[in-house]
T-cell receptor, first 112, second 113 residues
Framework: GDSVTQMEGPVTLSEEAFLTINCTYT??????LFWYVQYPGEGLQLLLK?????DKGSNKGFEATYRKETTSFHLEKGSVQVSDSAVYFC???????????FGGGTRVLVKP | DSGVTQTPKHLITATGQRVTLRCSPR?????VYWYQQSLDQGLQFLIQ???????AKGNILERFSAQQFPDLHSELNLSSLELGDSALYFC????????????FGPGTRLTVL
C-alpha cells in the first residue's frame, strides 16, 4: 500500500537558518503530493502541493519539488522565522483515490 | 480559518461510553473526510462521504460509524470507547469527490478515562 516516510524530529534551528525536511513516498501510479503544517493547538493547513513530476510547489517561502525518479518531495525554506515553529506533515493522494496518506510528522522548533 | 467547523473542541468521557463528533464542511463542499491523529498511529484516514453517500473507508473500527446529512454536515459516532480511542479527530472537506485539496477543521480532542 501507499506510504510516506519523513525525517523524525524534532528539528531545532536558529532564526534565519536553512530548513530541509526530507520526505519520500511509495505509491502506485502518479500520486499528488502535499505538505501540511500544524501550528500548536490548531488543525492542519495546506502549505503547498504538487500534482505531477517535476512540479514545484511553493508558499510562504517554502518550496518542494516532486521528484519521481527519487520518489521524494523534500520541503525547504531558505530563512526560517520563529513563527515557522510547527509540525510539518508530508502526504500523498493517489491519482484514483480520495484519502490522504500522511507521514509521521516532523516537529520544527525555531529559536530566536 | 479553513471554513470547516468541528464541535466540540474537547470531549472527556469514560470507557464504554458513546460520543458523537460533529463537522460542518466549507460552504459548497460536498465531500467530508474523517481522520484520527494519535501518538502511536499518527494521522490515519477513517472514512469519506460525498453528498450523503459513503465513498471510501480506511482504518475505521467497527465500533465507529459516520454519516453525512442532507445539509452536508457529518457526524462521527464512537461507541464502546476504550482508552486507546483517545486522540484528535479531524474532519476535512473538499469541493468534489476527487478534488485534490482537502481543508481541515480544528479537530476534536477526545480523552477517554
Amino acid at each position: 500500500g501507499d506510504s510516506v516516510t519523513q525525517m523524525e524530529g524534532p528539528v531545532t534551528l536558529s532564526e534565519e537558518a536553512f530548513l530541509t525536511i526530507n520526505c519520500t513516498y511509495t505509491a502506485t501510479g502518479y500520486p499528488s503530493l502535499f505538505w501540511y503544517v500544524q501550528y500548536p493547538g490548531e488543525g492542519l493547513q495546506l502549505l503547498l502541493k504538487a500534482t505531477k513530476a517535476d512540479d514545484k510547489g511553493s508558499n510562504k517561502g517554502f518550496e518542494a519539488t516532486y521528484r519521481k525518479e527519487t520518489t521524494s518531495f523534500h520541503l525547504e525554506k531558505g530563512s526560517v522565522q520563529v513563527s515557522d515553529s510547527a509540525v510539518y506533515f508530508c502526504a500523498l493522494r493517489e491519482a484514483a483515490g480520495n484519502k490522504l496518506t500522511f507521514g509521521g510528522g516532523t516537529r520544527v522548533l525555531v529559536k530566536p | 480559518d479553513s471554513g470547516v467547523t468541528q464541535t466540540p473542541k474537547h470531549l472527556i468521557t469514560a470507557t464504554g461510553q458513546r460520543v458523537t463528533l460533529r463537522c460542518s464542511p466549507r460552504s459548497g463542499d460536498l465531500s467530508v473526510y474523517w481522520y484520527q491523529q494519535s501518538l502511536d498511529q499518527g494521522l490515519q484516514f477513517l472514512i469519506q462521504y460525498y453528498n450523503g453517500e459513503e465513498r471510501a473507508k480506511g482504518n475505521i473500527l467497527e465500533r465507529f460509524s459516520a454519516q453525512q446529512f442532507p445539509d452536508l454536515h457529518s457526524e462521527l459516532n464512537l461507541s464502546s470507547l476504550e482508552l486507546g480511542d483517545s486522540a484528535l479527530y479531524f474532519c476535512a472537506s473538499s469541493a468534489r469527490d476527487s478534488a485534490r485539496d482537502q481543508f481541515f477543521g480544528p479537530g476534536t480532542r477526545l480523552t477517554v478515562l
